[in-house]
């Protein structure tokens, strides 16, 4: 956590106030403890970890480190093109798409102008959002799940952009491609909507699909949001990609500038793509474990979300002050699973998919909760 000193303010050049004064993302907690095994459910990363084929880019990358990378990571863009049939020159690579959502907000929000997000978004939208002095708009949900009737309702002349994770985190739920095109329809034709789909790979509701065709479909407002940390697993090597029209591409380049991507991420990203053996292990996990643990955690009594990611988040009865007083009990029995009371959701408890051991021993360590 960063450290302020006690030096006169006058003594020292200060940061735009709205920098100084903004809120700091909060990361899932990382708990060590040598005397029992630790599960660390709290940043939805891969239980598979890397697949073999990106370490293995990884290492013969290794040597080539004195070489900067391809500046615009094209190559990754050409494959990423390849794979999903889109247009390469609209696609952007980042390190980690929330590096992208910072230099969207960069690009387009100007002090006093308005982001609006759904109120159980992810809270990067907010955070990104104050320390350019705007103003984040959090949008009431309906029954967990974005509303956009309220997302139109909430719309002002100072509206820039509007986000929508798509499935969302914390609360797991989606809507249908149908309502995010409704969006983008009756939203001014000047206000950018961001669609985050970083959890859509493991999405298996036949009524969900990505909305990147939408990109292509000359639609200059939008942009559409994908990360290889996740269903991937390469969280630590931090790469993210953005499908916009060209323009936006072009000004979001101007906002990033070269290099941005090292050359060990570019080449694990490519890897990655390839190694379906890896990704139909991860998908087939994500299934079978996602709704066994649902289903385990609501025969305890506990209401969870209709959650489509590789997150299960359970309602916590008694309140807030219940959920922390749970969440350290269940730290205290080895796992690690996030609050959601950032996300406006204080009594509700995040809990990644994990390995078959880790879940299999969190449903008898929720038991022992249960009073």
């Not at 006169?8 to 909060?26: E, H, K, M, N, S």
């Amino acid at each position: 956590m960063p450290q302020s000193d006690n030096l006169d303010t006058a003594d020292r050049p200060l940061p735009l106030p709205f920098v100084a004064q903004g809120p700091l993302y909060t990361p899932g907690r990382v708990m060590q403890d040598s005397a029992r095994p630790v599960f660390r459910l709290s940043n939805n990363e891969s239980p598979l970890g890397i697949g073999e084929l990106a370490a293995q880019a990884v290492r013969d990358a290794a040597g080539s480190q004195h070489v900067y990378p391809d500046p615009d990571g094209m190559a990754l863009a050409e494959a990423l093109g390849e794979a999903h049939g889109i247009d390469p020159s609209r696609v952007l690579i980042g390190p980690g798409s929330e590096s992208i959502i910072n230099w969207i907000i960069l690009g387009w929000v100007g002090v006093g102008d308005e982001v609006l997000y759904s109120a159980h978004g992810f809270q990067a939208y907010r955070i990104r959002a104050m320390t350019a002095g705007a103003m984040p708009v959090a949008v009431a949900e309906r029954n967990l799940r974005i509303d956009v009737d309220a997302l139109l309702s909430a719309v002002t002349e100072r509206t820039r952009i509007v986000f929508v994770a798509n499935p969302n985190n914390p609360t797991g739920t989606f809507i249908t491609p149908a309502e995010i095109a409704r969006l983008r329809a009756e939203l001014r034709s000047n206000i950018m909507l961001v669609v985050d789909e970083a959890y859509c790979e493991y999405v298996a509701d036949p009524e969900y699909s990505s909305v990147l065709q939408m990109v292509d479909a000359k639609a200059e407002n939008v942009i559409v949001l994908r990360t290889f940390s996740k269903f991937y697993g390469l969280a630590g090597l931090r790469v993210g990609w953005a499908y916009a029209p060209r323009f936006a591409v072009d000004a979001l380049s101007r906002v990033s500038g070269p290099y941005a991507v090292s050359r060990v991420a570019l080449e694990a990203a490519q890897a990655a793509m390839r190694d379906q053996a890896h990704c139909d292990a991860a998908r087939r996990h994500n299934d079978i474990w996602l709704a066994w643990t649902s289903e385990h955690i609501r025969s305890l009594g506990y209401e969870t979300t209709d959650s489509v990611c590789n997150f299960v988040t359970m309602k916590i009865p008694g309140g807030a002050e219940a959920a922390v007083a749970f969440d350290k009990k269940l730290c205290s029995l080895g796992f690690v699973g996030r609050l959601a009371h950032q996300n406006a959701l204080p009594d509700w408890l995040r809990l990644t998919i994990g390995s078959a051991e880790a879940m299999q021993t969190l449903i008898p360590a929720l038991e022992t909760l249960i009073e």
